[in-house]
């Protein structure tokens, strides 16, 4: 039995770093990283698994895949429009905030569900809440995209 109270199976070579330890069977916790002088969770499993969860965030919803179309289309037109490097900063901070809050939307979403599967008022809220975080972090973008855009395209237009 793990200290906290939760059955777990126990910890295997791989979840103790002797390899990746980015075991699919179980939730991973600190202190498994550490059984038996593993020492830390390997580096290089650290970015496997931050992989993984981009992934699963990219494949699992729509609303990423639009928002990154859409970065894709915001960098051509920086391209085409030849915005200045503090355009480009903004730009990209951007793309960066609203693909984190899609990212960490969707793991709120992934721990709502696993910890409340029947409805309840609580994890309606906690859904709600990220997704008006994407909300918010998508309208500030569209606030930037306006701001680098809307005069180089009335430039090009009067010119």
Known sequence: MA??????PPASDASRGVSCGCSDHFVRRAADSRACGAGRFPL???FRCAARGIGYAFSSQ???KIQLVIAA???VAGFALGISR???LAIVL???VVAVAEVVNTAVESVVDLASPQWHELARAAKDAGAGAVLIASAGSV???LMVFLP???ALLAG
């Open 44 to 46: 290089a499993c650290a």
């Open 94 to 96: 951007a793309i960066v």
């Open 62 to 64: 729509r609303n990423l």
């Open 86 to 88: 503090a355009e480009w």
């Open 3 to 8: 200290v906290d109270g939760e059955q777990r």
């Open 152 to 154: 180089h395209l009335v």
């Open 73 to 75: 289309a915001a960098v």
């Open 143 to 145: 606030v930037v995209g």
